[in-house]
Each structure stands twice: as C-alpha cells, then as structure tokens.
C-alpha cells in the first residue's frame, strides 16, 4: 500500500544522484519515496538503491523486485 501525503515527515523530498557506493543530494530534503511501495525513507536511513535506475528502495526485497520486474520487462520486449 502506498504511503498518502499525511504520512510524509515534514520538509521537501530529496532529490537524489545515485552513484556507487554514495549518493549525491542534488536538491536538500528529509526524505525519499521507495520505487515499489511508495515508502518514505528517510535519507538518514537510505540503504538501497539503484543506479541504473536511478531509483530509491525501501528495504533488499523492494530493490530485488525492481530487478524481477526489470528482467521480466527485457524479456517481453524482446
């Protein structure tokens, strides 16, 4: 279930550069919205992320759906 603004914590959301293995903050903010649920992560607490997609994740299974859903999209599309 995807998280509705009143759960958001105050501030903007981050807008964020993934590299390996930091990030860069290219616009300053509390937090960023997970890729596959809609979570909010705190940026304090990010963990996981993608740099080919330039995604955010929740928590390893969020970040090994993406890639499930990634292949699964090459895979039709071939």
């Not at 603004?5 to 959301?13: A, F, H, I, Q």
């Not at 990030?23 to 596959?36: D, K, R, S």
Request: overall charge negative.
């Amino acid at each position: 279930m995807k998280d509705t603004v009143s759960n958001r914590p105050p501030g903007p959301e981050a807008v964020l550069k993934y590299g390996t293995p930091e990030f860069e903050v290219i616009t300053p903010g509390a937090y960023v919205t997970c890729a596959i649920t809609g979570s909010v992560i705190l940026v304090e607490h990010l963990k996981y992320w993608s740099v080919e997609f330039q995604e955010a994740y929740v928590d390893a299974a969020a970040a090994n759906q993406r890639l499930i859903d990634a292949r699964g999209q090459a895979a039709e599309d071939s």
